[in-house]
């Protein structure tokens, strides 16, 4: 029995480190891929993981998976392509620590995920499935996460989703938004940023733009991210904002993965369902999540920047 199954991409982060003394950019190799940094946070913070997804049968696929098992993940869900790499990603950040990426995935290996690959039985008993939309901007690996998540929807498993817009990965920005507002049709739970918002909605008003979605699609708990500022909430009626605790940022690079998988944590911890939840209690879960999320862009990289249980408890409980 897993507490969380996660389906979707699993990649090679390349971080700048510094330059060399011959003025080039240094690249230090990273594991990357939401769903995998998502799944890390949960194992690390105690919780039985495990991964569905694809990656290529080469030095970096091996790595990765080598990855899955020194966090504890389990990784009897990967496959490994024989005849397509590693999907890879060069992030690049500006001063203030934000980044963005220049994707290697022409193809990649985790848009190469069949459905005969995707294992239901690692969701018998499971209590969460997370996904997001990278797992669906190709048609075979789309039909592989359609078939966990509905597989998921059919056994009650409560079902987490990250659109995670990345527009260089699509064909066009018109089938990225269809896709994610179908992701969505499956979703208990949906975090998306303020870009985001934008995109599937086309309003910047938070309250405007969280109330369309939540009462489209049914959602349980929406969640908005906004940087440094915090996170907007709504939970059917009811909304809020939970201000972030400043730091000095060196890297943001899968910050959001680590705010969701402490949120995802905090809703296991308290074994309670989504209907029971009060602004009072989400307001505490997303605090803890702001906090993990912060301390993590103080170092590089997406999974080694996952801050230790401990660390993150302390400064919650002195904020409290």
Known sequence: MYD??????????????????????L???????????????????????????????DQLGHFLGKVLENNHIDARGLSYANNVNTTLAFVHLDKAGDRSFHFYRSPGADMMLSEDEVDLTLLNNAKVLHFGSLSMTHEMVKKATLKAVAAANEKGILVSYDPNLRPLLWDSLERAKETIIEGMQYADIVKISEEELLFITGLTDLEKGSRELVERFHLKLLLITLGDKGCFYRLKHETGYVKAKSV??????????????????????????LELLTPGIIEEMISFANIAAGLSTTQKGAIPAIPELDDVNKIFEDNV
Do not use: C, M, Q, W
Not at 259 to 267: A, D, E, Q, V, Y
């Open 27 to 57: 690249f230090e190799t990273n594991p990357g891929g939401a769903p995998a940094n998502v799944l890390a946070v949960l194992s690390r913070y105690g919780h039985k993981t495990a991964f569905i997804g694809k990656v290529g049968d």
């Open 248 to 273: 000095n940022a060196v890297d943001t690079t899968g910050a959001g993965d680590i705010f969701l998988g402490s949120l995802l944590h905090k809703i296991l911890e308290k074994k309670i369902t």
């Open 4 to 25: 969380v199954v996660s389906l979707g991409e699993l990649l090679i982060d390349f971080t700048p480190v510094g330059v060399s003394d011959n003025g080039n950019t």
